[in-house]
């Protein structure tokens, strides 16, 4: 659903610190299926990040041997961070149960935006992100990418002096 965008997201430098404070993840909407994007970021995570990662999806129950989690109550733990892949008519029920678990952080994946419930997020004390990827995002801010999003390794064609 296309809505106006009023809410403003924030900046870089604070989308960095919220990254930096945050130790565990769960992945709401994760995938068993490699080609989705949920699971493409979730072994990005477990490979490249010191989070720990939880799955959340009530219709599975491991994803490549690890457990999937019905909803985020049943966590062992209050992530610090939910990043969200769900339809859009199903984010202001996504955002009740974050808020219920008590989770700091509500990060709402590439396409993905909802004024209302940004506003409801902000409200009860929570930060968010909407419409970016925590993988994107992580690597931008851990050297994979440059802060405008581009990979930032050099290719020159001339060789190396000083050997």
Known sequence: MSEPRTWIGPEPLERQRILRETRTVAIVGSSANPSRASYFVWTYLKSTSDYTVYLVNPTITEVDGTPVYASLADLPVVPDLVDVFRRYDELPSVLG?????????????????HEEVARDAEAAGLQVVMDRCLKIEHARFHGGLHLAGF????IDSRRPTGR
């Not at 149960?97 to 935006?113: F, R």
């Not at 990979?151 to 050099?154: D, E, K, P, R, S």
Request: charged share 10%.
């Open 151 to 154: 990979n930032t390794g050099v």
């Open 97 to 113: 149960d974050t808020i219920a678990v008590g989770a700091k952080t509500i990060w709402l994946q590439l396409g993905l935006w």
